[in-house]
């Protein structure tokens, strides 16, 4: 699916809380369901959405579980609406809902209640469990928990407008289409021709296509339980591509005195196999869709970072989703080597930044460092050209002084996670290409040397607190002093050989004052990074850039802050993170607000936030690593171990892992020992 967005300038969700204008008799967002108001760059309200995700399939409830047709609600399959309303009505009534959850990534399951006019007091007779899934597939089970036989009188109303994706947000779905009586169930056409079929087994006694209602007559005796099984696609099955059994995202474990990390980790891979999608020209390439339900269309620097994070579970992904950037690259001589990428609102003090830019950095540290963790070599050989292009685009990007910067509307402006990225794929970039005897590889050090003295003289601003790095620098040179969580990505410098830490943008001294900022009161917010610091002018809980917690810049300071030794930090992020992660179910969404942390309290959602996000879920397997601090050199035959020393989650044992394509797993014991369990024969093993 790919969805425009209603603001085309940016590639995310609006960064301020959407609002809602209820229609008369619509379900509110508080009580029973998503709603939407329809305005020029508001997108509808999703926190208390069920979504059930399988892409290229979804499917969006309300709580109460009847489809209505208002908001997002409804069953997509690759971007259109193909079921809109879904409303259950036993003995003439709707049930009364008492539970809504999801059972799984894929899967929503609504547990209902009808009483019957026999029934002696308040307790109902007649229990309703439907279980939707993203496939397009529903199961409603009927139980008579009653000492008689019923009969039971069962009717489902249905339609649908075959909307787009983006029509629905936009709040101009269309009418809903008129239906004729298909096989064992109803069938739509719209005017360009797609098709939407709902079947039920068994077959209804009667299909009213005039109505789209489907009625059946079900005979229970006491204890029996009957079933309706429905069936919604668009000409045939779906098959979902984190389903098809692929080794892309196969099984780990993570088992620690505290509990919540293992379930935060299956969760994690739970929507990490449902946000899958297959290259549409090259249906072996797998790669991740940044989220849902606004962005599974193709999101280049999203997927990189997500396989990135990945890369412990096996580079199978991260080499599929090289393959599918790669091919978006002009190979045409002359031609520029960035890869192609959107607008992304960068808050309010920075106009919007390229994340074609972010892909293309991304994409030699990406392929350098999936090489160390055990990449094959012919993999890396038909990928290396790739990364030479994105080499070659910085190479001519940057400017005389070793910065890279950006277009603005008053001129370049030169980000400091810009730079961060940029010195990354240098450093990187230089170790890809010696290591695979490429040419080129000697100008690299001296261009990362070049960065380093450039952004250690234009980018600091001293003050009696210890100074702080400058967001960016404006056209006319001048620093931009706003503190914000993006500074993280300062310390995530790469993994090198050696199962080594690069060397960074910053020095040591600097380094530990970054580390303090991050994980003081003014960023930290107790449920993780605040993308903007609380003081800042401009600051806005809700803005995904201007202060809400954005869980993969809070990953990034985590391992950024572990990699560096600054464990009591590092710890502090981690444990809001997971704090966050439980309130959410463990199913964390892209960003939440970055109110203060009090007692008693719980974070805040954001109302427009994707949810499951690729590099959110992703996330948990990136801190996961930090802590057991596994780092391989595969090309070496090497595995170091650097776990956190401090041990914040107690004792843990992170299993399922892949180190040179064979299974890795490591524990580290209450007092930060680490030891590995299982890896290839002929690893070196150390510290």
């Known amino acids: 699916m790919d969805l425009t967005l209603p603001t085309p300038t940016t590639d995310h969700a609006a960064s301020a809380p959407a609002r809602s204008a209820r229609r008369p008799g619509q379900p509110s967002a508080s009580g029973r369901g998503p709603v939407h108001g329809g305005r020029p760059g508001e997108l509808p309200p999703v926190h208390h959405a069920l979504v059930a995700v399988a892409l290229p399939g979804l499917a969006v409830s ?60 308040p307790d109902p007779g007649i229990v309703v469990e439907r279980s939707r899934d993203a496939d397009g597939t529903e199961r409603i089970t009927l139980r008579n928990t009653t000492a008689r036989p019923l009969h039971l009188p069962v009717e489902l109303a249905l339609g649908t407008d075959l909307a787009p994706l983006g029509a629905v947000v936009s709040g101009r779905p269309g009418p809903e289409l008129p239906a004729t009586v298909h096989g064992s169930g109803l069938r739509w056409t719209a005017p360009d021709g797609a098709q939407a079929h709902v079947t039920a087994d068994p077959p209804p006694h009667d299909a009213l296509a005039s109505a789209g209602l489907l009625r059946w007559e079900l005979d229970l005796a006491p204890g029996e339980d009957r079933g309706i099984h429905l069936s919604v696609h668009a000409g045939r099955p779906l098959r979902p591509a984190g389903r098809a059994g692929l080794p892309h995202l196969p099984g780990a ?79 045409a001589p002359g031609a520029s080597g960035r890869v192609p990428g959107p607008l992304r609102d960068a808050g309010p003090h920075l106009p919007p930044a390229c994340t074609g830019v972010e892909a293309t950095l991304a994409f030699p540290a990406v392929l350098a460092e999936a090489r160390l963790w055990g990449l094959p070599e012919q993999d890396v050989t038909a990928l290396l050209p790739a990364a030479e292009r994105c080499l070659a ?19 370049p402006v030169r980000r400091a996670e810009t730079q961060a990225h940029a010195h990354r794929a240098a450093v990187l970039g230089a170790e890809l290409l010696e290591g695979c005897g490429r040419p080129g590889a000697d100008e690299w050090p001296d261009r990362a040397r070049a960065m380093r003295r450039r952004f250690r003289d234009d980018f600091w601003l001293d003050d009696r607190s210890g100074g702080r790095p400058a967001a960016a620098l404006t056209p006319d040179g001048r620093p931009l002093s706003h503190l914000g969580g993006a500074m993280a990505h300062l310390l995530d410098t790469g993994l090198v050989a050696g199962g080594r830490h690069a060397e960074g943008l910053l020095n040591r001294v600097r380094t530990e004052q970054v580390a303090r900022l991050l994980g003081g009161p003014a960023l930290d917010s107790g449920w993780g990074l605040r993308s903007l610091g609380a003081r800042e002018p401009g600051h806005n809980p809700f803005g995904h850039r201007a202060g809400a917690v954005r869980v993969h810049e809070t990953a990034v300071a985590v391992s950024g802050l572990a990699a560096a030794g600054y464990e009591k930090e590092a710890s502090g992020l981690l444990r809001g993170l997971l704090d966050a992660a439980e309130a959410f179910a463990y199913r964390l969404p892209e960003m939440y607000a970055g109110e203060q942390r009090t007692e008693g309290d719980a974070p805040v959602p954001h109302p427009a936030a994707c949810r499951p996000a690729a590099v959110a879920a992703a996330a948990a397997v990136h801190v996961l690593t930090a802590l057991t601090g596994v780092r391989p050199d595969v090309p070496d035959r090497a595995v170091a171990l650097h776990p956190v020393r401090s041990a914040p989650l107690g004792a843990i044992r992170f299993s399922g892992l892949s180190v040179a394509g064979e299974p890795f ?23």
């Open 253 to 331: 474990r993570a088992e620690a005195d505290d509990p919540r990390a293992g379930k935060l980790l299956e969760a994690a891979l739970d929507d990490l196999r449902g946000l899958l999608v297959r290259d549409p020209g090259h249906p072996s390439d797998l790669h991740l869709a940044a989220g849902v339900p606004w962005r599974t269309g193709r999101a280049p620097a999203e997927a990189l970072w997500a396989a990135r994070m990945l890369l412990p579970l096996g580079t199978r992904l991260a080499a599929d989703t090289l393959r599918v950037v790669a091919r978006t690259l002009d190979t």
């Open 393 to 411: 685009w910085l190479r001519t990007a940057l400017d005389g002084d070793g910065l890279l910067p950006e277009p603005g509307p008053a001129g």
């Open 665 to 687: 797993a490591v524990r580290v014991s209450k007092l930060g020992l680490g030891m590995v369990e299982e890896a290839a024969a002929g690893l070196q093993l150390g510290a």
């Open 62 to 121: 309300a709580e109460h579980g009847q489809l209505t047709g208002h908001g997002l609600e409804g069953v997509y399959q690759s971007g259109r609406r193909l079921l809109s309303r879904c409303r259950l009505r036993v003995l003439d009534r709707e049930p009364l809902t008492v539970q809504g959850r999801l059972a799984s990534a894929g899967s929503a399951r609504f547990v209902a209640v009808v009483r019957t006019a026999a029934d002696p007091g």
